[in-house]
């Protein structure tokens, strides 16, 4: 399951993920940005309620910062718990991504630029 929110102020949208990011929830984070995909500046995945990401997301998750590459906006993962974090670099998805602090959050998020 997942919420979302599209600031078209700063052309900015905001997944929040509840549950497991899988086969059954990437497709649904990609239709929200297929939704707003010509305004679309950055993408934040919000992973506060995730409680397991599974390799099926990869390949969705992929083509998204593929396109994100090519129309030059960011993808970020924030407020990602320890037991995801450890998923998310068990699964080599913290390859393609940066860590930053981000003082505002008081945490670090996890940004494609």
Known sequence: MLV???D????HLFVQVIGHLNDHTMPE???CYHS?????HKIT?????????????????L?????AKNKN????FKNMNVAILNQFCLLNIHKI??????SDLLGVIWSLF
Not at 45 to 57: E, P
């Open 4 to 6: 979302y929110h599209y």
């Open 8 to 11: 078209s102020l700063q052309n």
């Open 29 to 31: 984070v990609y239709s």
């Open 36 to 40: 707003y995909e010509s305004a679309t």
């Open 45 to 61: 995945l919000d992973c506060k309620a995730v409680t397991y990401i599974d390799s099926s997301s990869i390949p969705l998750l």
């Open 63 to 67: 083509k998204l910062c593929d396109i």
């Open 73 to 76: 906006f960011n993808v970020i």
């Open 97 to 102: 991504f940066s860590p930053t602090y981000d």
